[in-house]
Structure formats: C-alpha cells, structure tokens
C-alpha cells in the first residue's frame, strides 16, 4: 500500500492525521506541501479523486486567497496553476491511497480510504 500524506507540521489535523495513519501501521509518504507543492497535474488528479472542485479545497481565510483569488473569474486551470503557486490557500492535510483521496477534516475521514 502507498499511501501519500501532503502535510502541513505545523497544522494540528494534519499532525493528527500522520497519527491516526501512523497507528494504523501506514508509513506514508510525508510531502510537506508548503516547500515541495503538488503540480498542477497532481492537484488536478487530487482534485478528481475528491470529487471536489479547486474552490472546495481552498483555505478561503488565508491572505494569499484574498490577494489572489478572491472576486476573480478564473478558469479550472488558471485556479489550479494559482493554487500551486500558492500553496498555502490548499486545505490540509490530503491522503491519497491508491487513486483515492480524503481530507483529514476530521482526521477520521481518512480511515475510508485506507
């Protein structure tokens, strides 16, 4: 099993979540976002494995979402390009297992993936 955790250490969920896997006998595989971001192909695969749209996985209270999103027409591409560029506006923490994803709000809601 590969599982991939995009991290945040500073973010209690998502040290949380590491927990919860970790218990779980899962070693993921850390990617802590902030210094290493997703591209845009793997945002967009992360994305669709939500099920979700760019807009449903933005931390909507950051600066960097109101400097740079906030009020603007953008396309799924350019959002997804800005998100990437931008990574600190990506809820955390993201669990991938395989060509499923969740996000670990509650850190719980990772276990329907594993």
């Known amino acids: 099993m590969s599982v991939i955790i995009y991290h945040n250490p500073r973010c209690s969920k998502s040290r949380q979540t590491l927990a919860l896997l970790q ?7 850390i990617i802590e976002y902030l210094q290493t971001p ?5 945002l967009d695969g992360v994305l669709t494995m939500l ?5 449903d ?3 909507k209270g950051e600066v960097e ?3 740079h999103f906030l009020g603007k027409d953008l396309s ?5 390009a800005l998100m990437v560029a931008y990574p600190k506006v990506i809820e955390r923490p ?8 969740a996000v670990g709000r509650p850190p719980e809601s990772v276990l329907d993936i594993l």
């Open 23 to 29: 218990a779980q006998g899962i070693e993921p595989l």
């Open 38 to 42: 997703p591209s845009e192909a793997e």
């Open 51 to 55: 099920g979700k749209g760019p807009a």
């Open 57 to 59: 996985l933005m931390r």
């Open 65 to 67: 979402f109101k400097e």
């Open 76 to 80: 799924r591409s350019e959002t997804i």
């Open 94 to 101: 993201i669990v991938v297992n395989g060509d499923q994803a």
